[in-house]
């Protein structure tokens, strides 16, 4: 059943990310963002430590929690709302997902049995999800987007980085990264109307 | 008790204070700047180790403070970094009541400078670009539209900083764990790979400076200034640590051709960005970059002192680019509506503006020139490529500024003096304090080598 589990965690993450990129409505790109929360949190807690693997579900739930603040306050604004959105439709975004998968596979496989003790499998599933991040970053620079596609490659880092480095202080550390770009995206994404009107330089 | 924590716990309350009273005119300013200095004394001066009295109470500070398993710790030899922090930062912030600055500034730049000061003090090391990401995920709040909402600039500046941590934290996994060192010799090249690009990040190089050129477009000139000058000074800071701190990488020649590369990378696009660009805060971010630039060629040289004028760059910058985005934010005396060119500036803010950039831009008689002249000093005879890029640089951003000062001239003068008394008062003081370190720059540049000492370079 742990081996099910586990081999499933390796899967639905980098599935998950690769569907927050063919621009869903904002609600199914938070539950997928759980989803890379979920299978990440899994994966490390059942082959690594359950303590990691459960703090980080618990992050990406409090991250996904805190951005759906910001969504609901902004009125859940649509992918394409927004500044900077590279036109893409779907069709050209699951192109773009292929080929994006394909490439971090081909540059995973040489390397993913010699890191550390990390399982080839692990290695290569951390590298599709933060490929599947950046290239979030690279369709938008709208600061939904732009938080969604940071914090998959974040979860993508963790898989990858937990695994070399377990100390419970850099988990700490990188937590409160995580939840700091959620939380700055979220007051960023509704106007706060605190700012001083500056005056416009030369 | 430890000192850590006590700066920690000191600067969140004075963060939390200039929050709630944010809407009070200068107090929020007063608290920002003043509390900054409060925790430069405190870093700097504290006694450690041995009981003192504080109105008759008895306190014993420690050095470290350990947090599940880690620990900041106030040493020595970083207490001057430490000190530098809050110092830079607090010259910049005392021009936020007289620039308009938005008010969250106050609060979230002292947040970003007691971030900064932890990565400073943060042992083991690795630890410290996780931090300066935080420090840049902070500053997300302040690099905003005038209307409050997120342009460009925010997204592209978290993104770049986490990415930088990411780079610089596998490549200290390599070299620390894998044994790996910075060398052309594969398995070790990823190593060096990474660790110059999550450096290159870190210190501003293009292509990763596009937040920089989005945030001067977009947000209001301090904060703008104040997120580009205290992030690339930790950056900075990093990297002198780090050459401090790894006797390998302060050995190998790759090292220093690194930061060759990157500084004449800098200097080269930013002098060419400004020759032709014609907006003042873009022409101050190109302007930046060249600074930048030089400052890690200083480094590079591995020359006596090369540490200590970079450190030394560092100290006048905070002072220009705060007169200048002091200056450009009082500049017009009406709001824009009217056609450009037409609109009326305000004479003393011009001139405070104009005496900022050409002290950035390295001007003789202002604070930025003795950085730039030491460098060509240290550089002659042995690096032309350096001299070179050096006189280039100072020649495209003086007449850059220079281009941009005449175009200010053509506008109408603002009649009626609607600038302030208070207002008027800093500029003048700011201006006159460029051009005092521009006759004394001893005294910006004093200060580098007790730290460099303590630290183990120069």
Redesign the interface.
Known sequence: MVDIVVGLSLVVPPLCAAGLNMAPPRRVALVLLVGVFAGVGANIGLGQQLRIGLALLATGLLASAILAIGFERARWPGQGEG??LVPAGRAFRAATVLLVAAAAWGVAAPYASGI?ALPAARVTAALMIMAMGLLQ?GLS???GA??L??LT??AG?ELF?AG??P????R???A??ML??AL??S???Q???????????? | MSAPLLLLILGTVLAVAAFALRARGWIPWLIAAGGSLLLAAVALGIVLGEPFEVMGFGIRLEAGWTFLGRSLVLRPENRALVSFVFVSGAILLVSGWASDAPRRLASVGLLILLTLAAAMMVQPFVFSPTLIAAAAILGCLVVVRPDGRAGRAPPRLMVSYSLGMMAILIAGWLIEVGGATVSPESPARAASVLLALGLAILVITPPFHTWLTASSDEAHPLAFAFIAVVLQTGGLFLLVNSLAAYAWMRTDPLVYAFLRGIGLLMIGLGGLWCLVERRGPRLIAYTLLVDFGISLLALSLAAPGGSGIALGMASARPLSVAVWAAGAANLFASEPGIADEKRPVRPIAAAAALIGALSLAGIPLTAGFPGRWMTLANAQGTDVAAVAAVVFGLGATWFAIGRWGSKLSAHPRDPGRTLGRGRTVVLLVGSAIILLFGLLPGWLFSWAPAALTGLGAG
């Open positions: 500044v900077g550390g970053l620079q709208e600061q732009a938080a596609g940071l490659a974040l880092f980085y070399l480095e100390s419970l202080a850099l700490a550390v990188l409160g990264i700091g770009v700055v995206s007051v960023l994404l106007p706060s109307g605190e700012a001083t009107e500056g005056r416009r330089t030369g």
